[in-house]
């Protein structure tokens, strides 16, 4: 079942690796089948080192799990909650990674300040609100989605496909399990950039026209940036 997305995720999930987002199991990958409405997901707590394509693990909607023999990722419900508000979307990752959860502990939006930003995110990428101890108490997973998706109410999730969740860690999304991990990416480096840039002049701002030239020339109906 879904064998192509198995593998497309299982391959996403080794990247975060490969690119240094994770250690230990502190991260996951997921994608969803929009036909079918199932999602793949990696298993909670395995490591890295041993996993296979054939221990991913696939879901419904609601997280029943439909095929794989180990426990989907403790993360499934907030992905979940992301692919029902976000119809767009195809895929989800979060990783612990350092720069970008270091704002989230400091519980402070990854602010736009040059173009390596806006090249990929249009905004600031949002910090959500810290979750309330009903929330904490009640479906914790599921209410860290509902957290993310408060946080674009007035935002196109499409146009900056990240949130770092206060005190928690961040999250991006893609159309692919791969546009997704290279959002990550980017995530991690611009928290970096931004960290070391306020530390030299914590007054920086960007100039809004750049922000939108950056931006418009990589993304939308008049993009020139790369190949046709």
Same mark, same amino acid.
């Given at each position: 079942?879904?064998? &192509?997305?198995?593998?497309?995720?299982?391959?996403? &999930?080794?990247? #975060?690796?490969?690119?240094? #987002?994770?250690?230990?199991?502190?991260?996951?990958?997921? =994608?969803?089948?929009?036909?079918?409405?199932?999602? $793949?997901?990696?298993? %909670?707590? $395995? %490591?890295?080192?041993?996993?296979? @394509?054939?221990?991913? @693990? +696939? +879901?419904?909607?609601?997280?029943? @799990?439909?095929?794989?023999?180990?426990?989907?990722?403790?993360?499934?419900?907030?992905?979940?909650?992301?692919?029902?508000?976000?119809?767009?979307?195809?895929?989800?990752?979060?990783?612990?990674?350092?720069?970008?959860?270091?704002? =989230?502990?400091?519980?402070?939006?990854?602010? %736009?300040?040059?173009?390596?930003?806006?090249?990929?995110?249009?905004?600031? *990428?949002?910090?959500?609100?810290?979750?309330? /101890?009903?929330?904490?108490?009640?479906?914790?997973? =599921?209410?860290?989605?509902? $957290?993310?998706?408060?946080?674009?109410?007035?935002?196109?999730?499409?146009?900056?496909?990240?949130?770092? $969740?206060?005190?928690?860690? /961040?999250?991006?999304?893609?159309?692919?399990?791969?546009?997704? *991990?290279?959002? =990550?990416? +980017?995530?991690?480096?611009?928290?970096?950039?931004?960290?070391?840039?306020?530390?030299?002049?914590?007054?920086?701002?960007?100039?809004?026209?750049?922000?939108?030239?950056?931006?418009?020339?990589?993304?939308?109906?008049?993009?020139?940036?790369?190949?046709?």
């Amino acid at each position: 079942m879904l064998e &192509n997305l198995k593998q497309s995720v299982f391959e996403a &999930n080794i990247d #975060l690796v490969r690119h240094g #987002l994770v250690v230990l199991t502190w991260g996951n990958v997921s =994608a969803i089948d929009r036909e079918t409405n199932l999602v $793949v997901i990696k298993p %909670s707590g $395995v %490591s890295y080192d041993t996993m296979t @394509v054939e221990d991913m @693990v +696939v +879901v419904d909607l609601d997280g029943n @799990v439909v095929e794989g023999n180990l426990r989907p990722s403790s993360d499934t419900p907030t992905h979940l909650a992301l692919y029902r508000a976000f119809e767009g979307i195809g895929a989800v990752v979060h990783t612990h990674s350092t720069y970008a959860t270091a704002w =989230a502990q400091a519980c402070r939006a990854i602010p %736009s300040l040059g173009t390596t930003h806006a090249d990929t995110f249009h905004h600031d *990428v949002p910090c959500t609100a810290p979750l309330t /101890p009903e929330q904490i108490a009640g479906n914790y997973e =599921a209410e860290t989605g509902t $957290v993310i998706i408060d946080a674009f109410k007035s935002m196109d999730p499409m146009h900056t496909p990240a949130a770092i $969740v206060a005190h928690h860690g /961040p999250f991006t999304w893609g159309s692919t399990a791969q546009a997704a *991990v290279q959002n =990550a990416v +980017v995530l991690e480096e611009v928290a970096k950039m931004a960290t070391i840039t306020l530390a030299v002049n914590p007054a920086v701002k960007m100039d809004e026209h750049l922000i939108e030239k950056h931006y418009s020339r990589k993304h939308g109906k008049n993009a020139y940036y790369g190949q046709k």
